[in-house]
């Protein structure tokens, strides 16, 4: 059978095969007679055949069937195919923007019809296939892109493959037509890229129309600014082209305002500078033109100018981030006039601080013979005599940070030691006066005596290092009843005495435990005191060596540890001999450890942080015109803007007109018309709100710490060193 049969032939062949075979031996066996029974076996044999082909057919049905349904569900599968495409493709037709999707070898797989249709020059480009190279080319040139400025085709191009690189990027394209495009790039799982397209033109004109309204509103506010600032000031842009400016630049510079407009040369100031002014220094306008010229990078530039008309200004450029620069020019003729009027004051100040000291004991003299007269007469001139006192001071200060280190400097170093040393008798004459007319009130509590006196040796030390003196304080633990500051007082003037009149050897400090007091010894090698005088020291004006300089006081220092002594009932006592030395002691009620307080700390006005009052505004009220020029000048050298007023009306016209609010108000007590400064202060808070204050007065008599302690402010007795009044500002601005 295998041999008629090839099993290779397909299942029809082999059953077409058999049939005939059949039919075949089924004549044979009707034909055949031999009775030896081959012809059963023929037919039994043709049986089987018959069987196993209807077994091949039936095979053959079922694979047909299984065909047909292979056939039919790979007819359904590429129907779903095809409605799935076509509906991917209907649902990125709808998408609102321009979409693309290239496959993982970079070539365009599909896009919509708004992919490109802002370059319709380029969109018949688009076709599945496009590899993205050629995609970003044909948009590199397209003449509906605008490009940068110094920019072509193909470096555009080459930017835009390198944001290519990225897996998620959004950047904008600019049209011709003031048209703008958002394009989305992102990859997909595979590999694969997906760009979106995005109209934006309608928000890019929003943005720059609120762009320039901010715009506007800045150079408004920048101008009402300018207008407002006493110094002149222009700017000008990178190729030197007038961009703003304030009128107070016309004024200075005597320039009409019909020469300043947007776009005018530098040349116009420049020659305006030349002109009228003449260059101080070194400095020339050459340098002023090889600076305005130079390159981006340039360091501040400042110099000073003096007018036909004797009038000074300082000028100063600094370069702004776009290579443009600002000038501005401050008129510094008042402060010039000031230094020139000290500078000729110099060579009579110490006459004048001399006679002054004369005419002073001439009436402490005739005082003594109508003790409550004197007190009066004291305090009532307190006010007048610590007023040009403190303007004198602030004005030394401030002109010797300015004058070079020369002989002016040292006649500067004098003058300031002399109006120390006034400063000085005028306090003690003011305690004298205080605890003389029973004005003075104290405040007992627990002081720990050692913090009083480590203050002490510290604030001395350099006393007994240029004597060359052996000065010791020795350490206790001891903590006594006493009120604080006449306590201070008291040891300040026993030590500053033993110190004075000691030449060689030693001064010591310690304390003596006596049950429930103690004792304050003080113990010097100098002179010594004769046992006559020893009634005679405690009183005012008398000073036991005659060879002592007037700078050393006018012998009041024990006058008024003697009466603080007595207020306080803390007895003091004295022992001395010629040649031996001497030992002033006091005795003090002890307190109970437990109860003391920390003292404050002396305060010291950090150094440096030049710019630390930058940017703040100081409201300056003050009636004495000497007074109000010396502070204002002395605030503005730290940096701050000063607003001077002599009264609380100019103060309130001059903030209304500006349109600011202080940082900070420093205020004169008392000011004109029986005014006073704490009223002016509680004012200003109720229009302008909370802003912290400082109270300045010459006037000891009066009970202001009630007053301050109301107004949450600080209070200088006059007359102060500049570093105590920077330091209240520091404090303030700090906290």
């Not at 005082?367 to 009066?376: D, F, P």
Request: hydrophobic content about 40%; proline content about 4%; overall charge negative.
């Amino acid at each position: 059978m295998n041999m008629l049969i090839n099993p290779e032939d397909s299942l029809e062949r082999q059953n077409e095969k058999l049939l005939r075979i059949v039919e075949t031996l089924m004549r044979r066996v009707e034909q055949d007679t031999d009775a030896s029974g081959l012809a059963y076996t023929q037919f039994q044999r043709a049986v089987m055949l018959e069987e196993e082909v209807r077994s091949r057919t039936q095979d053959l049905e079922r694979a047909l069937d299984l065909l047909n349904q292979s056939n039919a569900a790979l007819t359904q599968a590429n129907r779903e195919t095809e409605a799935a495409r076509s509906n991917l493709a209907n649902a990125i037709e709808t998408v609102q923007e321009g979409f693309a999707l290239f496959n993982s070898q970079e070539e365009l797989v599909m896009c919509n019809s708004r992919f490109g249709m802002h370059m319709p020059d380029i969109r018949s480009h688009f076709k599945p296939g496009l590899p993205f190279e050629a995609y970003v080319d044909h948009v590199s040139r397209s003449r509906f892109l605008a490009l940068p400025r110094k920019e072509c085709p193909r470096d555009w191009a080459a930017k835009r493959m390198e944001r290519h690189r990225d897996v998620s990027v959004i950047f904008n394209v600019r049209l011709i037509g003031n048209r703008w495009v958002q394009v989305s790039e992102h990859r997909t799982s595979d590999g694969g890229t997906v760009i979106l397209q995005t109209d934006v033109s309608d928000i890019m004109r929003l943005e720059r129309k609120e762009r320039e309204r901010l715009l506007d509103d800045q150079s408004r506010l920048i101008q009402a600014t300018l207008e407002h600032l006493k110094q002149g000031v222009c700017m000008f842009d990178a190729p030197g082209r007038l961009v703003g400016w304030n009128r107070r630049i016309g004024e200075l510079l005597s320039i009409p305002a019909s020469r300043f407009h947007i776009g005018s040369r530098f040349e116009t100031i420049f020659s305006q500078l030349r002109r009228g002014f003449a260059f101080l220094g070194q400095f020339s306008g050459a340098d002023l033109e090889e600076w305005v010229n130079g390159s981006t990078g340039r360091s501040p530039l400042t110099f000073e100018i003096r007018g036909s008309d004797d009038r000074f200004l300082t000028v100063f450029l600094q370069e702004m981030p776009d290579g443009g620069f600002v000038i501005s020019f401050t008129d510094i003729t008042a402060e010039r006039q000031a230094i020139r009027t000290m500078t000729e004051a110099k060579e009579t100040l110490e006459q004048r601080v001399l006679e002054r000291t004369l005419e002073l004991q001439d009436a402490l003299s005739d005082a003594e013979r109508a003790n409550a007269s004197k007190s009066r007469f004291v305090a009532a001139a307190s006010h007048d005599l610590l007023q040009p006192l403190s303007a004198a001071k602030l004005y030394l200060a401030t002109v010797e940070q300015e004058v070079p280190q020369d002989r002016a400097r040292g006649l500067l170093n004098k003058a300031g030691s002399a109006l120390q040393s006034v400063e000085s008798i005028l306090e003690a004459l003011l305690d004298i006066s205080k605890l003389d007319s029973k004005q003075a009130s104290v405040h007992i509590s627990a002081v720990p005596l050692q913090q009083i006196l480590r203050q002490l040796r510290d604030e001395l030390a350099h006393r007994a290092v240029e004597k060359g003196l052996d000065f010791r304080v020795l350490p206790t633990s001891a903590v006594v009843m006493s009120d604080p500051t006449y306590l201070r007082r008291i040891l300040q003037n026993l030590i500053s005495n033993a110190l004075r009149y000691t030449d060689r050897g030693k001064v010591l400090v310690g304390v003596r435990r006596l049950g429930n007091r103690v004792r304050v010894e003080v113990w010097d090698t100098g002179p010594g005191i004769d046992e006559t005088e020893h009634n005679k020291i405690f009183t005012e004006f008398h000073r036991v060596h005659a060879t002592a300089s007037a700078a050393d006081g006018l012998g009041l220092g024990l006058a008024i540890v003697e009466r603080a002594c007595r207020l306080l009932n803390h007895p003091i006592c004295l022992e001395s001999a010629l040649g031996r030395g001497t030992m002033f002691s006091v005795e003090l009620p002890r307190a109970k450890e437990k109860w003391a307080t920390p003292l404050p700390e002396a305060t010291r006005a950090p150094v440096g942080e030049e710019d630390a009052f930058l940017d703040q505004i100081i409201l300056l009220i003050e009636n004495d015109n000497d007074l109000r020029n010396a502070l204002s000048i002395t605030i503005e050298n730290w940096g701050a803007s000063v607003l001077p007023c002599r009264g609380e009306q100019e103060a309130f016209d001059l903030l209304e007109e500006i349109g600011v609010v202080p940082d900070f108000i420093v205020a004169d007590v008392q000011l004109d018309d029986g005014k006073l400064g704490s009223d002016a202060i509680a004012n200003l808070r109720r229009r302008y709100g909370y802003t912290p204050a400082c109270l300045i007065t010459a006037n000891r008599g009066m009970d202001l710490d009630t007053v301050a302690a109301d107004l949450g402010a600080k209070i200088l007795y006059k007359p102060f060193a500049p570093e105590e009044l920077r330091a209240v500002l520091e404090d303030e601005s700090s906290a």
